[in-house]
């Protein structure tokens, strides 16, 4: 069972359009993270969420925490080719757990 | 600063060889990790180490060991490589454990024929 369910698994637009990606869990987490992988490298952090109901903006990029913690949106404006790239999510339990465990991502792929 | 390096950047074993492949940091990041990648199941942990001296098991640590005699360094060993093995390794640093900001490698490409 995936705990991480990630929505949609492949989406592919054109240059200037909106696009909003899911991150969506039955259970709570303790904080939420989002990362951007190109093809040939690691995952790259974005944002961390860590508050229910937090928004955080990365300049086009706005990441949303749902108000039970078990949810995540991220949301881009006038997506470029340049945010082309494989989105990951990835949340900690909390507690003592300092695990994270990830989702198996959002492949975007913006068309010039 | 080179942040998290890893090599080699790809290698075909075969079933059976053993191999090392290097993780080394240069952030002084007492929490180091590794991942494997494969199409359709995400990142999913092998095994994490919280300082020099300390490891511990991931979700996934089966066929893989790992050791941490220095801060700096956390190599992963495939004792006898499984083509169930055939995956994108990558590790992982930040200062500690509870740290949120969290540096990965460039990756490792293993195919096990």
């Known amino acids: 069972t995936q705990l991480l369910e990630q929505s949609p698994q492949f989406l592919s637009i054109q240059e200037g359009e909106n696009l909003t990606v899911y991150c969506n869990s039955s259970?709570?987490?303790?904080?939420l993270q989002w990362y951007r992988q190109e093809p040939g490298e690691g995952p790259v952090l974005l944002v961390t969420?860590?508050?229910?109901?937090e928004v955080k903006k990365l300049k086009r990029l706005t990441f949303q925490f749902g108000d039970a913690r078990k949810d995540s949106s991220l949301h881009i404006t006038a997506a470029q080719p340049g945010d082309t790239g494989l989105y990951l999510c990835a949340g900690r339990r909390g507690g003592s757990n300092y695990k994270l465990t990830f989702g198996k991502g959002t492949l975007l792929t913006v068309n010039p | 600063n080179a942040g998290v390096t890893q090599t080699p950047k790809f290698q075909v074993l075969k079933t059976g060889q053993s191999m090392t492949l290097q993780c080394a940091q240069d952030?002084?990041?007492?929490?180091m990790s590794w991942y494997r990648q494969d199409p359709g199941m995400g990142l999913r942990l092998i095994h994490y180490s919280v300082g020099a001296g300390i490891t511990d098991q991931g979700e996934v640590p089966n066929g893989y060991n790992v050791s941490r005699s220095t801060t700096e360094d956390f190599p992963l060993r495939l004792l006898s490589a499984a083509p169930s093995q055939t995956s994108v390794y990558f590790c992982?640093?930040?200062?500690?454990?509870?740290?949120?900001?969290?540096?990965f490698g460039p990756g490792t490409r293993l195919t096990v024929t």
């Open positions: 952030m002084n990041h007492e929490y």
């Open positions: 992982a640093s930040k200062l500690q454990v509870g740290s949120y900001e969290q540096y």
């Open positions: 259970s709570v987490f303790s904080s």
């Open positions: 969420v860590v508050t229910g109901g």
